[in-house]
């Protein structure tokens, strides 16, 4: 199993003129009059507990009176245009139960819990700060992976919806001890699948704490769907290990459970299925993909010597002198996206 060293700081990347461009033709752009810098004014907080009492490293924050209620007016709306195109009909039905600021990671996202206060459902969204490593990696994952990201941008600030899952390590603590032999091999498999999906798309970080596992009951048994949450490290490593969940050791029980379950034959053929239906998810989205990877090769992601690093890394594991040639990150991820679609057969999973 190899080892990482902990993650250093990551630069925070604005949106240019490029990007801002796309968002706006693919309906990414959004007004509103609260914006992330305008939630840091709280007045306190409260750390918030876990159902065993352990520190979430959220904080539960307040504001004035009088912001309070501008602050929850213009949430209520960010709710509406996420969910329902601004739609705000029904918006004195929605309550703003509380607003959680988290320090910890690169994004501190605000997340907010909306609650319909006529039958008491509730949703939860966050707000970060916009960063092009971050709408790069929410775009790529809805057009690359089998999910749909529901996220909007306006000038300087994300607003993500919640992704619905078991946090990986919250899952390996507590649920994986209650899956049967067959389940856990159903979980092998959607791993592999998961971090060939990763790799291809050059989405780093993806320890357990960083993706959710989605149990789904089927008429006769329960699957899992392994989903990534945090994208905060899209196409800024260097090390190309990084972009590789099975090499982390946070992730050694799911890694485990492939090399226990799966042969080599069924690893190959489940990369092979992912590669597959991965080049039709990218034909069916050729334009937006085109348009995608404009963006990224304008907008600058990671430091030069990671760019070096990645293209030489690649090249030492496909051959291929396109990334040699790669001048940016939005470079190394176009050449790969191009290898893969001319040679998708090929092992990675080593």
Known sequence: MND???????????????????????????????????????????SVYDKNNNDTLWNRVYYNEFEKKEIDLSLKKIYTHLHSDGNESNIQFLNVDYIDFCTFGNSQPFRVKIRNILNDNYTHFYIKKADASRVFGLELEHILSP???????????????????????????????NCNEHEKAQIAKEFVKF????????????RSYNFVIIPIYDFDQ?????????FDQQCYEGSFKKYKPHLFKENY??????KEK?????????????????????????????????AMK???????EHINQLKAEVYQFTLDLGFKKAKSMGEIVEVALNFMKRNFRKNSYE
């Open 4 to 46: 990482t060293k902990p993650q250093l700081k990551k630069q925070h990347y604005p949106i240019n003129n490029q990007l801002k461009s796309y968002l706006e033709k693919y309906k990414r752009l959004t007004k509103t009059n609260v914006c992330y810098d305008d939630l840091l004014r709280f007045q306190g907080g409260i």
């Open 147 to 177: 999910n749909r990201i529901n996220f909007i941008v306006f000038e300087d600030t994300l607003i993500e919806e919640h992704i619905l899952g078991i946090p990986g390590d919250v899952f390996l603590q507590e649920n994986i001890k």
């Open 195 to 206: 971090n060939e999906r990763c790799m291809i798309g050059l989405l780093g970080d993806m």
């Open 222 to 230: 329960r699957v899992f769907k392994i989903r990534a949450i945090d």
């Open 253 to 258: 029980p799911f890694n485990k459970l492939v």
């Open 262 to 294: 799966l042969n080599k034959n069924a690893i190959e053929q489940y990369q092979n299925e992912e590669r597959s239906i991965l080049v039709k998810r990218l034909l069916d989205s050729e334009k937006r993909v085109q348009d995608l990877l404009l």
């Open 298 to 304: 304008s907008t600058p992601l990671a430091p030069i």
